[in-house]
């Protein structure tokens, strides 16, 4: 399970992406989103394509492993795709029986929907693939360290996050153990009928949500038994440093997005 496993999973290839600042990744990040989001012509989506491939391609990483990211989401992006397809009735219509037509407009729609989301989770996932879960938590505090003036505590998003990340191949562990206890007791998913799946999906819920409440607890008992304390001064074996380098990384996705704007 935890090899199929790639949210949360940093792969070290000792790229130069992976020597960055994770300050640096997250502010490209943030900027790739806005870029790819503001992104409206087939000429702005092909030069990202490009951009993106390219920086995937200097991690090292193969980038069957960027694809492998997006595939949880197949059916959401399948779902987009009809959905775009269907309801838009702009341009010329394509096919038509009876009332029922589609038009050139929604397919166009439907395929820039489909590649737009596709780029987004596979490039973002290049955050995760180059940053350990401790920097990127470290990295998350530094940016949102500003806004402690406003009451808001980075602290405390960063823990839950880290805690989040932890718990997720924990949680599917204990869902295949208990998946696997159905299967010797003769209840075996992959052989039982769409709907019989259907009520042993709710029946796993129950005993993996306990769990997961229970590990929580557990967890909570063992910070408390260390004197574990919100918001208390700590220091920092590794300290980030920002370095020309995160300047570079973070200035190609100012004129990525620029030329965007500017297409």
Do not use: C
Request: charged share 20%; aromatic share 10%; no cysteine.
């Amino acid at each position: 399970m935890n090899e199929r496993l790639l949210l949360g999973r940093s792969i070290e290839t000792g790229s130069w992406v992976h020597k960055l600042d994770a300050r640096s990744k997250l502010t490209g990040m943030l900027l790739y989103v806005a870029v790819i989001l503001l992104s409206a012509s087939w000429m702005s989506m092909a030069l990202l394509a490009v951009f993106s491939i390219s920086v995937m391609a200097s991690t090292r990483i193969p980038l069957k492993y960027f694809i492998k990211a997006a595939k949880p989401l197949r059916y959401l992006m399948l779902f987009i795709f009809i959905v775009q397809l269907l309801t838009v009735k702009e341009g010329d219509v394509l096919w038509s029986i009876g009332s029922f037509a589609l038009h050139e407009g929604g397919l166009r729609l439907a395929a820039f929907s489909v590649i737009r989301m596709l780029l987004l989770i596979t490039f973002t996932a290049l955050l995760t693939f180059t940053t350990t879960p401790g920097k990127l938590n470290q990295g998350l505090e530094g940016i949102l360290s500003p806004f402690k003036k406003f009451g808001l505590s980075p602290d405390r998003i960063t823990l839950m996050i880290s805690i989040a990340l932890r718990f997720i191949p924990t949680i599917l562990d204990e869902a295949q153990i208990i998946m696997k206890a159905q299967a010797s007791r003769g209840a075996d998913l992959q052989e039982l009928p769409l709907k019989e799946k259907a009520r042993m999906l709710v029946s796993l819920l129950v005993p993996v949500i306990s769990s997961a409440f229970r590990r929580a607890q557990d967890l909570v008992y063992s910070m408390e038994a260390r004197g574990f304390r919100m918001d208390a001064p700590r220091s920092r074996y590794h300290r980030l440093r920002w370095g020309a380098a995160d300047t570079v990384f973070v200035a190609m996705f100012v004129i990525m997005g620029v030329t965007v704007a500017l297409l």
